[in-house]
């Protein structure tokens, strides 16, 4: 009885010393220095998916004010992609916790978009800026403020529906 007690126990003291094979450390050090890549690897800023969304958020104004769904629907869908990478990328920051918030007035700029309809289009679009503003102000970047633009950045694009210059 005492020896069949004894096995297991000598067993698993015998691999749990054993030195690891010459493949085994070949693997760990591939791992390792994967790692080590991995690490140092670019990871785009915070700041960099925010001016993303505020260029897209413009385009997509003059998108629908010139009732150009199909050019709003690809801006806001680039909102949307760039808010994702937040989450993937900057998960770990505060600011990034908030933003579900934005999930609904997006659902509903999506619609607006869907449906063709410039009036609820005009009215979600300021409430996504002022749900925007919110957010800024929750997470201490009340100094930041978006609005309405006036005239597009991008004087190399024509928002108009088909027409090219």
Sequence with gaps: MKSSFLLPIILVSIFSCRQPSG??????NRIDSLELKLSSTYKPGFGEFMSAVQSHHAKLWFAGKNENWALANFEIHEIMEALDGITKYQ??????????????VLDSMNNAITQKNPLAFEKTYNLLTA???????????????????????????????????
């Design 91 to 104: 998960s770990g920051r505060k600011e990034s916790k908030l933003l579900p918030m934005l999930d609904p």
């Design 131 to 165: 749900t925007c503003n919110k957010c800024h102000q929750a997470t201490e970047f009340g100094f930041n403020v978006v609005k309405i633009p006036d005239q597009p950045a991008f004087s190399n694009q024509s928002f108009q529906v088909g027409k090219s210059h």
């Design 23 to 28: 493949h085994e450390l070949q693997l760990q």
